[in-house]
C-alpha cells in the first residue's frame, strides 16, 4: 500500500514541493527514508516513532519506506516530521481523511508537540502557487505563514490535534495574519530630534536617504556617529508590502523570526565587527543560511568602528554592495540571496580617535595611522558615496533649547525624493538613484552646461575613478531630487562633490 501527501522545502529564498510517499509491506520491522535527506531528515524517524508511541498510536510491524520527491535536491531540517508522521499515521490505519489538497509543514518532539520550522512563509507562498487549499504548520510558525493571502493556514501544535482536525473531530479557524514591530515609531524610540546640532551630517544623512547611497560617517569619539547612524531607519520611506515579504522571506529562512508574522519595519542590523566572512555574507555548515547583509535586505546595515572588521568580512562586502545579490557557493550547492541594502559605516581617522580634531592632540604615529585607516580597501571606500565628517558638537549646540528637526519632519521630505524616483524607475528594474545602473545613467543623470563644467574641473582635480565619478553623478540627482529639480545643476554637483573628498584629506597622509 502506498500514501502521499504533500510538504515543502527550501532552495535559496523560495520554495519547492516535495512529494512524501510512504509503503508498507510485511515483514521485520524497518524504516527506511529515501530521497537525499540531510542527517536531520533522517533522524526523523526517531523522533517520529518516539512521539506516536508516546501518544498512544501502535504500529504495525511492518517494513515502512518513505520517498522525498523530487529525490534529486537535498533535503534540509526537520520539516518533514509532519508529513511523515501524517502518512504513517494513515497507513496505520489512525487517520482517515482526504489529503489531497492538505499540505503539512513542521518539527516533532518526542511528546507529540510540534516545533517551528525555518522558512515556513516562502514555503506557504509556494504552497498557494501550487494550488493546495489548506497547509498545516506549527503554532510558532502561524504569524508569518498567515501573511499569505489565498491559503488556509491552520497553526497546530499538537499531533493528536492535527488528527482530530483532519478527521472532522474539531474545528478550528485558519491563522489571521500578525504584523511584528507595528508600532509605529514613538517617543521612546531614536529620533533625529535627540540630536543636537551637526546640521551638515543631518543633511548628509538625508541625501543618504533619500537615494539609498551608502554613507561613511568619520569623526572623533563621542561625535555622535553611532547615535546618527542608529537614527537613519527612522527618516526611510516606509517599507512596501512586497519588501516587507522579502524581507519577511529571508528572517524566515534564517530563523529569526521568533514568532511573529511580516516585518514592517526596515531592518537595522549593527553586527559586531568580530563577525565572520560567513556571519556577514552568508553559509554556514548544514543549510546555506543569509548573512547579516541578507538579513538587511531593504534596510540599514551599520558597520560601526569600521576598519576594526576582519579585512576578509569587510571585502565579501564588496560585490553584494554593488549587485543587490550575494551567491554563496558550497560542495556542489549555490545559494542566491537579495541583499538590497544601504550601508552606513562610521569610524574615527586614527587608533586614538583624535586624528584632525582642533580639540585633542592625536598621539598616534603616522604609519600606525595609516596601517589604521589602510584596513579600509580603496575599492570598499569607493563604493561610499556619501563620506562625511562628524565634528565633535559645540557645548553651545549641546545646550541649546530649540527642538531640533524630528525624524518625521525629514522623513517628509526623504519620501518626496523618493516618490520622484518610483515615478522615474516605474519600467525600470532601479528602485532608487543610489542603484541607478549603466544604461540608464544617460537618461537619469541629464547634467545643464554648467554642472558639465564644474565635474569636469573635480575630476581632473580630484582623480576620481569611474566608479566615483557614477556615484557622484548619482548624489547630485538625489540632491537635484530634493529640491524637485529634474536637472542636475552646478551646485548639486559641487555639494556630491564634496561629500567624496574625505578620501583625500585622510587616505593621503
Ligand atoms: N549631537 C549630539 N546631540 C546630543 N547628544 C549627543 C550628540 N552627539 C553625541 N551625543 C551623546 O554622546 C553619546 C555618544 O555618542 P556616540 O556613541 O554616537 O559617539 P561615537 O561618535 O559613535 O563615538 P565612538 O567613536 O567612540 O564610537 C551619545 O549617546 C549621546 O548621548
Ligand atoms: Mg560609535
Known amino acids: 500500500m502506498v500514501v502521499r501527501c504533500t510538504s515543502f522545502g527550501i532552495n535559496g529564498i523560495d520554495g519547492y514541493k516535495v512529494d512524501v510517499e510512504a509503503s508498507a509491506r510485511p515483514g521485520m520491522p524497518a524504516f527506511d ?32 519506506v518513505f520517498n522525498l520527491a523530487p529525490a534529486d535536491i537535498k533535503k534540509e531540517g526537520p520539516i518533514y516530521d509532519l508529513p511523515i508522521t501524517v502518512n504513517l499515521l494513515t497507513l496505520a490505519g489512525h487517520l482517515h481523511a482526504d489529503l489531497s489538497q492538505s499540505a503539512f509543514i513542521g518539527e516533532l518532539s518526542l511528546s507529540g508537540e510540534l516545533r517551528s520550522v525555518n522558512g515556513a512563509l516562502p514555503m506557504v507562498i509556494t504552497a498557494r502557487e501550487c494550488g493546495i487549499k489548506r497547509i498545516y504548520v506549527p503554532r510558532a510558525n502561524a504569524g508569518e505563514a498567515a501573511v499569505v493571502e489565498g491559503i488556509e493556514v491552520y497553526p497546530v501544535h499538537h499531533i493528536v490535534q492535527l ?49 539609498g547611497h551608502n554613507i561613511l560617517l568619520i569623526g572623533p569619539p563621542g561625535s555622535g556617529k553611532s547615535m546618527l547612524a542608529k537614527r537613519v531607519p527612522t527618516i526611510l520611506p516606509d517599507m512596501t508590502f512586497e519588501e516587507m515579504i522579502d524581507t519577511t522571506k529571508i528572517h524566515s529562512i534564517a530563523g529569526q523570526l521568533h514568532g511573529d508574522g511580516l516585518i514592517t519595519q526596515r531592518p537595522f542590523r549593527a553586527p559586531h565587527h568580530t563577525v565572520t566572512p560567513v556571519g ?27 576598519p576594526e572588521f576582519s579585512r576578509s568580512a569587510l571585502e565579501v562586502l564588496r560585490q553584494p554592495i554593488e549587485d543587490g545579490t550575494i551567491t554563496i557557493s558550497r560542495s556542489g550547492q549555490n545559494c542566491t540571496y537579495p541583499c538590497s541594502i544601504m550601508v ?27 596601517r589604521y585607516l589602510n584596513r579600509v580597501s580603496g575599492p570598499l571606500l569607493d563604493r561610499f558615496d556619501i563620506q562625511v565628517e562628524v565634528p565633535p558638537v559645540k557645548f553651545e549646540e549641546l545646550r541649546a533649547t530649540e527642538q531640533s528637526e524630528s ?28 542603484k541607478i545602473n549603466a544604461s540608464e545613467f544617460e537618461r537619469f543623470c541629464k547634467i545643464d552646461s554648467e ?42 554637483v559641487l555639494e556630491a562633490v564634496q561629500y567624496r573628498s574625505l578620501d583625500r584629506k585622510y587616505w593621503a597622509v
Open 163 to 211: 488528527r482530530d482536525l483532519l478527521e472532522g473531530r474539531i474545528e478550528m479557524e485558519p491563522a489571521k495574519p500578525v504584523r511584528a514591530n507595528n508600532n509605529s515609531y514613538s517617543e521612546l524610540l531614536p529620533d533625529f530630534s535627540q540630536v543636537k546640532g551637526q546640521l551638515e551630517v543631518k543633511r548628509a544623512v538625508e541625501i543618504a536617504a533619500a537615494g
Open 344 to 370: 552606513v559605516a562610521a569610524m574615527n581617522p586614527c587608533p586614538c580617535g583624535y586624528f584632525g580634531d582642533p580639540t585633542h592632540t592625536c598621539t598616534c604615529a603616522e604609519a600606525k595611522i595609516k
Open 407 to 434: 525624524s518625521r519632519e525629514i522623513k517628509e521630505r526623504v519620501n518626496a525624493a523618493r516618490e520622484l524616483q518610483r515615478k522615474r524607475f516605474e519600467k525600470s528594474k532601479t528602485t532608487c538613484n543610489a
Open 451 to 492: 554642472a558639465e563644467k564644474t565635474l569636469r574641473r573635480s575630476f581632473e582635480k580630484l582623480g576620481f575613478t569611474a566608479r566615483a565619478y557614477n556615484r557622484v553623478l548619482k548624489v547630485a540627482r538625489t540632491i537635484a531630487d530634493l529640491e524637485r529639480s529634474e536637472l542636475i545643476m552646478s551646485h548639486h
Open 33 to 64: 527514508l529515501v530521497g537525499l535527506p540531510d542527517a536531520a531528515v533522517k533522524e526523523s524517524k526517531d523522533r517520529v516513532r518516539s512521539a506516536l508511541s508516546n501518544c498512544g498510536f501502535k504500529l504495525p510491524s511492518a517494513h515502512f
Open 280 to 306: 556577514l555574507g552568508g553559509g554556514g555548515t548544514g543549510s546555506i543560511k543569509p548573512g547579516e547583509v541578507s538579513l538587511a535586505h531593504h534596510g540599514v546595515l551599520f558597520l560601526d568602528e569600521l
